[in-house]
C-alpha cells in the first residue's frame, strides 16, 4: 500500500490504527506500507484549530460539518506553503523544529485559546521519525518502476466525486481533489498510464453532513434506508442522510471521472421496496437545466424529475448471477446503465466479497 504524496497523515492516529488492527491480527505491514516523503504531516494542532473553526462557524450558522480530523487546517497550511512534509520530519531535524515552532505561533497568533506544548510535541516527533524511516520512499519513482515492469496499480481514492474541492458541493467538500485527477496529483502518475476508471455507486444516495441534497428522503423510506444500509458515518458517526439514487449527478461526475465500467453497490437494501426511484433531471426556476449547479443555494432550489420503476419485493441477498436477479431488479439496473452510457460489471448483494455478482461481457 502506496500513501502518496497528496495524502495528509496524522502519524499518532495511523499508529494508533496499527495498532489497533495488529491485535486483530495484522502482520508484516512493515513491508507493505510505503510512505511518500512529500505526504505533509498533520498535526494535534490541526485538529484543534479544525475543532475552533467549525465552532466559529457554528456561531455564525455556517457549519460545515467538518470530520475535527484537521485536514482542512493541514491542507491550508500545505497551499499557504507553511506545512511540513514527511521529508522535512527525517531531514534536518533542527530545520523541522524551526519550522513546527512556527506553524504553532501562527495558530496561537490566531487562536488565542489554543495551546501548544511544542517541546513535548517535538519530543513526540523524534520518536516518530524513527519509527517511520524505514516506510519512507520516493513514491513517484517507486510508482514509475512499479508501472514500467508491467505491475497493475489499484489507486483507491477517498471520499466521493461530490467532495472533491473543485467539483463538489462548495463548500460542504473535503480539502483535496477525490476525483480522478487526483491520480495525477496526488500520486504523479501521468494522465495516459490511467487504465480502467472504476466508478463505485451505492444502489441509492447518501451524504453524511452538511449540504444540498436533491433526492434526500427525510421520511420513512429514508429512514429505512438508512437502517438497512447502516448508514452510519465512519469517522464521525453520525447518520448518513439517504435519497433516490441521482442519476442526474452521476452524469456529472461521469463528465468529470470517465467512467469505464460501474459497481453498483447495496442493491439488496433496495429489496423490500414496493417503488423506487431515479433522478433523472433538475429545473431551476421553473426551466430544465442540462447542467450541475455550481452554488449551493441553486443546488438547494432545484426540482428533481424522477423516473419511477416497480421494485421487486423479494430478497436478492444469495443471488451470484446477474440471470438470476428479480426481473425488476434486472430491470434497475439496466435502466441505470442505459442511462449512463456505461457498463455495470459489478453489483453488490451484502456486505462480504462473495456477494459481488460479476457481470461478464
Same mark, same amino acid.
Given at each position: 500500500m502506496v500513501s502518496g504524496n497528496g495524502v495528509v497523515i496524522h502519524l499518532p492516529g495511523m499508529f494508533e490504527e $496499527?495498532? %489497533?488492527n495488529e491485535k486483530k491480527g495484522l502482520k508484516g505491514w512493515q513491508e507493505r506500507l510505503i510512505i511518500s516523503d512529500r505526504a505533509h504531516l498533520v498535526f494535534d494542532l490541526h485538529q484543534q484549530v479544525d475543532g475552533l473553526q467549525e465552532q466559529e462557524n457554528n456561531k455564525k450558522g455556517q457549519g460545515l460539518g467538518t470530520t475535527k480530523k484537521g485536514i482542512g487546517p493541514t491542507y491550508s497550511s500545505k497551499a499557504i506553503r507553511n506545512g511540513i512534509r514527511i521529508g522535512d520530519l527525517l531531514g534536518d531535524y533542527n530545520h523541522f523544529s524551526k519550522k513546527f515552532h512556527e506553524l504553532a505561533m501562527? &495558530?496561537?497568533?490566531m487562536f488565542p485559546s489554543l495551546k501548544v506544548d511544542i517541546d513535548a510535541e517535538l519530543k513526540r516527533y523524534k520518536e516518530f521519525?524513527? %519509527? $517511520?524511516?524505514?516506510? /519512507?520512499?520516493?513514491?513517484?519513482?517507486?510508482l514509475d518502476k512499479s508501472l514500467r515492469s508491467g505491475k497493475k496499480v489499484l489507486v483507491?481514492? @477517498?471520499? @466521493? @466525486?461530490?467532495?472533491?474541492i473543485d467539483f463538489g458541493t462548495y463548500p460542504y467538500v473535503t480539502s483535496s481533489n477525490c476525483s480522478v485527477g487526483g491520480v495525477c496529483t496526488g500520486l504523479g502518475i501521468p494522465p495516459h498510464r490511467i487504465?480502467? $476508471? $472504476?466508478? /463505485?455507486? %451505492? @444502489? &441509492?444516495?447518501?451524504? /453524511?453532513?452538511?449540504?444540498?441534497?436533491?433526492?434526500? !428522503?427525510?421520511?420513512?423510506?429514508?429512514? !429505512?434506508?438508512?437502517?438497512?444500509?447502516a448508514e452510519i458515518?465512519?469517522?464521525?458517526k453520525r447518520k448518513r442522510r439517504c435519497g433516490w439514487l441521482d442519476v442526474f449527478l452521476l452524469k456529472y461526475t461521469n463528465m468529470i471521472n470517465g467512467y469505464t465500467a460501474l459497481c453498483i453497490t447495496k442493491l439488496d437494501i433496495l429489496d423490500t421496496l414496493p417503488e423506487i426511484k431515479l433522478a433523472v433531471g433538475y429545473s431551476l426556476r421553473g426551466k430544465k437545466i442540462d447542467y450541475f449547479p455550481s452554488n449551493v443555494s441553486d443546488l438547494a432550489a432545484v426540482e428533481v424529475e424522477y423516473l419511477s420503476m416497480p421494485g421487486w419485493k423479494t430478497s436478492t441477498e444469495g443471488v451470484r448471477e446477474f440471470k438470476d436477479l428479480p426481473e425488476n431488479a434486472k430491470n &434497475?439496473?439496466? %435502466?441505470?446503465?442505459?442511462? !449512463?452510457?456505461?457498463?455495470?460489471k459489478w453489483i453488490g448483494v451484502g456486505k462480504g466479497r462473495e456477494s459481488i455478482i460479476t457481470i461478464h461481457d
Open positions: $496499527i495498532e %489497533k501562527m &495558530y496561537q497568533r521519525a524513527e %519509527k $517511520i524511516r524505514p516506510l /519512507v520512499f520516493d513514491t513517484v519513482s517507486f483507491e481514492g @477517498a471520499n @466521493a @466525486a461530490m467532495l472533491d487504465g480502467e $476508471i $472504476i466508478g /463505485v455507486v %451505492k @444502489a &441509492y444516495t447518501t451524504r /453524511v453532513g452538511d449540504g444540498p441534497f436533491p433526492t434526500e !428522503l427525510p421520511n420513512d423510506i429514508g429512514d !429505512l434506508l438508512q437502517s438497512r444500509g458515518g465512519v469517522t464521525t &434497475y439496473i439496466n %435502466k441505470v446503465e442505459e442511462l !449512463l452510457s456505461v457498463p455495470v
